[in-house]
């Protein structure tokens, strides 16, 4: 009995040892399965130790047990997570705002490929892998193929360094021949899985992608790039047997896949995010390749005049201080450096064909120069465009606030709020920079953007998708200094504002008293602009507000929201109930009254629409008045002709002095006129016709 009772008094420290453990257990079971990771047979080995509760576990010495394999799981998920993040990336959740903005995801259409496994002697392998070598097609866009331009340019630019320094440096050729063998032909290989990934390579056709390997094929076939892509990978270095393996002369064909590194940098200047510095960056290189190429030609050249056979040619190499490789590169490439760039100050040429040779330098060094400075020159003006544009804004503020004698407190704040765009990165018009983009993908931006801020707003959180394109693409940014009134109390509202940053007080009449504060993502001024019905504001301002600091809003106009609004009725019912919430709960809303909403349209909005229809009006009327005025004229001109045809006529047949003659040239004369009347006023009619 007293063990019994033992037991029983025991229990319930059982249970709780054993609840406490358990929600331990669970709450690691639950962080476990919110962050996946490649340790997760570890960790789930780890929750089945903890797990386990050991029986007739009575003691103390059982209760630390439990206690300690728990903080040790505990532990342990603890470096699993930070582990986790540090090596992993986190997959991101989706917004469900930016779900509703862009609909379901696109999904690719399920593999035809069989999903059956292979048996123990892996006969299906084979078959799986020749169909996904079916179905294997490179589309252009992919990162993939991105990528892979990079393997090839390396190869390109390879043989395009090397291969001529070797044809023409002996030593650099003969020291490391088979380091250059390896590497020549890893770039062959390079070169030939290149051209398979070209047959691959899709292209688009009404908007999607080929994948039809006859079309792929015949596609790259008929270009002039296959032409070369094959005289590329000729095997022409089986002249080795001949010539034996110190003549990469004989790979100079491996040159011709240059366009396929001149597609690398196109493609890497359109993605990068500085491409000015690109541009840079790639016309240095092509110029240190002209220079290098320029040097190993003047060694060349000297090897085969002679070396130091005169003062221009290089120094005899039986010369210590000439003999290395090291030097004599580095004489060649100083040697093409000066004369490239037409600094001169080396030996003159002695034979006539070392003039030629310093003749043609001399005129690609001047184009090259030309290019250099008009490049460098361009990019730079790229570089500081956005500078020189906002500049020049500010000189032109300044001039006309000198000539109006503006006093100095309001120009030295005009200077601090443009101080305040700079510095922040706001003196980009967006609207300008994003106007060559669909609407759709500009409202992305915009909602990609300022998603923080659009979030807080709440009429953008329950209307449609298609009325937050709409409104998102009508935002115009705004910002004001400290102090600034974005409006005043019984002001004409003609826009809402949506607050981005800063913070805006609400404040009565004498600009102290502050009864409230706004924040981002409040929005205000929707009152005035929605003319709600029975409102005793009207369309005026129902309060002060001032911005505390520098605030950046967002303002929407009232002919946009209408514009916007109009084929959505159920936004613009939210909209109405809203602002019917906001003036009841100050007391502005006559219940009774009948007039006013969205749907209806005051005298100003009546008088408009009436001005635009008579401009309308107006322009076909001047449309038509200059239609008849050149008809008229084209009338007038035909008419004089045919008077002169007449008289002309009637002085030939008075000089003839033949009476019957008279009578029939008159009568034909009189056929001939009605006729070109007749004729001319049918075209006239056929031409006036759709005009009327």
Same mark, same amino acid.
């Given at each position: ?21 358990? +929600? ?88 035809? $490929? ?9 006969? &299906? ?17 992919? =990162? ?18 090397? !291969? ?37 390579? %899709? ?14 094929? =015949? ?21 080795? $047997? ?51 190429? &320029? ?10 005049? %002679? ?68 490049? !460098? ?58 106007? &060559? ?36 693409? /009508? ?40 009864? @409230?504060?706004?924040? @981002? ?21 129902? @309060? ?14 009232? =002919? ?12 613009? /019912? ?21 007039? %006013? ?8 909005? /009546?008088? +408009? ?20 005025? @050149?008809?008229?004229?084209?009338? /007038? ?9 007449? &008289? ?45």
């Amino acid at each position: 009995m007293t063990g019994q009772a033992a037991e029983r008094d025991l229990s319930p420290h059982r249970l709780s040892v054993k609840t406490t453990l358990e +929600e331990e257990i669970e709450r690691a079971e639950s962080i476990l399965s919110r962050v996946p990771s490649v340790c997760d047979d570890t960790s789930s080995e780890l929750q089945r130790v903890a797990a386990l509760d050991p029986q007739g576990a009575t003691s103390r010495n059982s209760f630390r047990r439990r206690g300690a394999i728990s903080r040790l799981v505990n532990l342990v998920v603890t470096l699993r997570e930070w582990a986790h993040r540090s090596l992993l990336e986190e997959e991101e959740r989706p917004d469900s705002f930016l779900e509703r903005f862009r609909g379901p995801e696109l999904r690719a259409a399920p593999s035809r $490929i069989s999903n059956t496994q292979p048996d123990a002697n892996g006969n &299906n392998t084979k078959g799986i892998l020749r169909k996904k070598w079916g179905l294997f097609v490179v589309s252009p866009s992919d =990162d993939t193929y991105y990528r892979w331009l990079f393997v090839i340019a390396i190869a390109v630019l390879y043989n395009w360094i090397l !291969v001529v320094a070797r044809a023409c440096f002996d030593k650099l050729q003969v020291g490391n021949y088979i380091c250059w063998l390896v590497l020549d032909y890893l770039s062959d290989l390079v070169y030939i899985m290149d051209t398979c990934v070209r047959l691959r390579t %899709g292209f688009l056709e009404q908007g999607l992608l080929v994948k039809d390997h006859v079309k792929l094929r =015949d596609s790259y076939v008929r270009t002039f790039q296959f032409k070369l892509d094959v005289v590329s990978i000729l095997p022409t270095d089986l002249a080795y $047997i001949s010539t034996g393996i110190h003549t990469p002369q004989l790979r100079f064909n491996r040159l011709l896949r240059f366009p396929r590194m001149f597609e690398f940098f196109d493609r890497t200047e359109t993605r990068t995010n500085y491409p000015n510095i690109f541009r840079i960056c790639n016309l240095v290189l092509y110029i240190l390749v002209i220079i290098h190429w &320029n040097a190993c030609i003047y060694f060349a050249i000297s090897k085969s005049l %002679g070396f130091g056979s005169d003062t221009w040619v290089y120094p005899n190499i039986s010369n210590p201080e000439y003999g290395s490789l090291t030097r004599g590169y580095v004489y060649c490439l100083y040697w093409s450096t000066l004369t490239l760039t037409t600094i001169g100050e080396m030996p003159a040429p002695v034979r006539d064909e070392e003039y030629l040779f310093v003749v043609f330098d001399f005129l690609v060094g001047v184009l090259i120069f030309a290019t250099i400075v008009g490049n !460098v020159g361009s990019m730079i003006a790229n570089m500081n465009a956005t500078r020189a544009e906002f500049q020049a804004r500010i000189d032109a503020i300044k001039h006309y606030m000198h000539f109006r004698r503006v006093s100095k407190e309001l120009e030295a704040r005009v200077i601090k709020w443009f101080d305040y765009l700079w510095i922040n990165k706001k003196a980009v018009d967006e609207q300008e920079v994003l106007k &060559n983009l669909p609407n759709k993908l500009r409202a992305e931006i915009a909602i990609n953007v300022h998603l923080e801020t659009l979030k807080k707003v709440r009429i953008f959180q329950d209307c449609e998708a298609g009325l937050l394109v709409e409104l998102v693409l /009508k935002l115009r940014p705004q910002v004001y200094s400290p102090g600034d009134y974005i409006c005043r109390k019984g002001d004409i509202g003609k826009e809402m504002y949506i607050i981005k940053e800063g913070k805006l007080a609400v404040v009565a009449d004498d600009g102290v008293t502050q009864y @409230a504060l706004l924040t @981002a993502g409040s929005c205000f001024g929707e009152i005035s602009i929605l003319n709600i019905k029975g409102s005793k504001m009207g369309n005026r301002r129902t @309060a002060n507000i001032r911005s505390i600091g520098y605030s950046d809003l967002f303002c929407l106009s009232k =002919d946009d929201l209408m514009e916007a609004v109009t084929e959505y009725p159920d936004a613009k /019912k939210v909209l109405e109930e809203r602002g019917r919430e906001i003036l009841m709960k100050e007391g502005l809303l006559d219940e009774n009254a009948e007039s %006013g909403g969205l749907g209806k349209e005051d005298t100003d909005e /009546k008088v +408009e629409r009436l001005e635009s229809s008579l401009d309308t009006l107006q322009t076909r009327f001047a449309r038509l008045l200059s239609e008849y005025t @050149a008809t008229q004229q084209r009338l /007038k001109q035909r008419i004089t002709l045919l008077e002169r045809q007449v &008289n002309h006529t009637c002085s030939a047949v008075l000089a003839d002095g033949d009476t019957d003659t008279d009578a029939e040239a008159m009568a034909g004369t009189e056929a001939s006129l009605v006729a070109n009347a007749e004729e001319f006023a049918h075209g006239n009619n056929v031409q006036t016709e759709p005009n009327v």
